[in-house]
Antibody
Framework: EVQLQQSGAELGKPGTSVKLSCKVS????????MHWVNQRPGKGLEWIGR????????IYAEKFKTKATLTADTSSNTAYMQLSQLKSDDTAIYFC???????????WGQGTLVTVSS | DIQMTQSPASLSASLGETVTIECRAS??????LAWYQQKPGKSPQLLIY???SLHTGVPSRFSGSGSGTQYSLKINSLQSEDVASYFC?????????FGAGTKLELK
């Protein structure tokens, strides 16, 4: 059974960074792509970007190119997303998801709530 | 970026009723469309991919159709467990984009 286990909730101060993790079990992330999606409170879904864990190749949505940094560690089967220069507008739930490139997302993590507050 | 316009934003229907949710893309997305169901406090769950392919384990009362810029999700014989929000996603091109969602409630 494929499972994506995300790290716990984060509280970050404005101007700081947080790094979220997404550990995959039941599938080798080297054979797929890892995507990240956010959902602001009460809002819809927004695609942030994706990484090919096999070679580190990344694609970002334009608005996240200087906000998010995606990495992956195939030895631990874990994907990461660092969010930098946090602002209150970054408060959201962040999901990791497995999918093609491009492609649909058959598997999702449970989400990590990031709250930005001083 | 490809814009996905989803309608209606909210929908109230009775048990056993058939409901349809629509998504219109700002350009042809060549059937690169998926539908997701999201319940409060949960992550989205894939229902349909490639416009009309049912994901494993999804009840057959869900179906998808469409082409070009117009796509739809149909739920036959609405069940109480179908109360949720529904989102379309185009993955034909980057950045992937989602519709704003449809909140489905029971009448």
């Amino acid at each position: 059974e494929v499972q994506l286990q995300q790290s716990g909730a984060e509280l970050g101060k404005p101007g700081t960074s947080v790094k979220l993790s997404c550990k995959v079990s039941g599938y080798n992330i080297g054979n797929t792509y890892m995507h990240w999606v956010n959902q602001r409170p009460g809002k819809g879904l927004e695609w942030i970007g994706r990484i090919d864990p096999a070679n580190g190749n990344t694609i970002y949505a334009e608005k996240f190119k200087t906000k998010a940094t995606l990495t992956a560690d195939t030895s631990s089967n874990t994907a990461y997303m660092q969010l930098s220069q946090l602002k209150s507008d970054d408060t959201a739930i962040y999901f990791c998801a497995m999918g093609g490139t491009p492609g649909w997302f058959a598997y999702w993590g449970q989400g990590t709530l990031v709250t930005v507050s001083s | 970026d490809i814009q996905m316009t989803q309608s209606p934003a909210s929908l109230s229907a009775s048990l056993g009723e058939t409901v349809t949710i629509e998504c219109r893309a700002s350009e042809d997305i060549y059937n690169g469309l998926a539908w997701y169901q999201q319940k409060p406090g949960k992550s989205p769950q894939l229902l349909i991919y490639n416009t009309n392919s049912l994901h494993t384990g999804v009840p057959s009362r869900f179906s998808g159709s469409g082409s070009g810029t117009q796509y739809s999700l149909k739920i036959n014989s609405l069940q109480s467990e179908d109360v949720a929000s529904y989102f379309c996603q185009q993955y034909y091109d980057y950045p992937n984009t989602f519709g704003a969602g449809t909140k489905l409630e029971l009448k």
